[in-house]
């Protein structure tokens, strides 16, 4: 029998870049529990993978939004700001009591929503990269904070306290709100028309232009949304702290956190490429190594120098991979003989 000429090489499968985030996810997980267990402290415990959790839950809802304005093609640097903000109208309207939580809840969810909305028109209404528009709208924002209030404001009754502190088999309450939010966000990228023109846009807007796709309408709604889910992890915190805060936010960094958890995640800063189940194993990962920087009192400059280098080592992995897909340049006086 004759050998069989011409049959193409076998190629190997590559692993996905979602699968990467969750591999490392392991190995910082097993080398964390490691670590602390050397340290003469238990790691897998109930009470601290319910603070893991917990990390995860804040900084989820943020990060889940971000990539949703990130796979646009547009950014959002006025989150931190939104999260004060919804803290602070939630206290405010809940401090009349228990008949003002949902008021509270809508209030800060409408206006987190209404801030977002601006920052979609301001992109692409008067044509601003999304990082000066945000930043902008985010700076005005700080700025009335800062000189409307001063210290804490109101109060959380002690029936929307219950959600910081409710646990579902060992699940912080506020981790599965979080995890719901990331499946409904995975669904309207992947089933919905909106979610594919939100790919169509941070692909390429002109192509997506020609294509017959409205692209001012995609980048609106994923700024509102973004912003909806920065409240959401407003009203979180004013759940666990009780009083609102006009530096809540800020303090928590989580305008560049959610964009390294993003990036880590595997989504392109560039826009159209990227999934909110990265984004997840990259908030994960975050939160295991703040959780074990904690446990373990490693210095806050350390701290930032272990997360520095985690970002700046995975996106060199997703740039070396990227190369390593395109095809291979031709070059004259290179064919092959004939």
Sequence with gaps: MSAVVGA?????????????VFIVLAAVLVLSAVLVTAAGKPFFTAGNLAAVLTLMSILGFVAIGQTLVIIAGSLDLSVPYVVSTAS?????????????IVPGVLAALAVSAGIGAVNGLIVTGLRVHGFIATLGVGLIISGWLGTSFQGSF???????????????????????????????????????????????????????????????VPVVVAHALCSMLA????????????VG???????????????????????LLAGGVGSVLGTIGGVAIFAVLDNVMSVLEVNPFLK???????????????????????????????????
Excluded at 199 to 211: E, H, I, M, Q
Excluded at 231 to 242: D, F, I, M, Q, V
Excluded at 250 to 264: E, F, K, P, R, T
């Design 231 to 242: 409240g959401l992890a407003g009203l979180l915190l004013l759940a666990r702290t009780s």
């Design 154 to 216: 109101g109060s959380a009754p002690p029936e929307f306290r219950v959600i910081g502190a409710t646990l579902i088999a060992g699940v912080p309450l506020s981790t599965i709100i979080m995890l719901a939010c990331a499946a409904l966000a995975a669904l309207l990228l992947h089933r919905t028309r909106l979610g594919h023109h939100l790919y169509a846009v941070g692909g390429s807007a002109s192509v997506a232009r020609l294509s017959g796709v409205r692209t001012k």
């Design 245 to 267: 805060s006009p530096t809540i936010g800020s303090q928590g960094g989580y305008d560049l956190m959610s964009i390294a958890a993003v990036v880590l995640g595997g989504t």
């Design 304 to 338: 930032d120098f272990i997360r520095g280098s985690v970002i700046v080592l995975a996106v060199a992995l997703y740039a070396w991979r990227s190369v390593q897909r395109r095809p291979p340049r031709f070059r004259p006086g290179k064919e092959a003989a004939p």
């Design 88 to 100: 602070i109208i939630g206290a405010g309207v809940m401090a009349q009591g228990p008949a003002g």
């Design 8 to 20: 193409r090489p076998v190629r190997r499968r590559r692993l996905s870049t979602t699968a990467i």
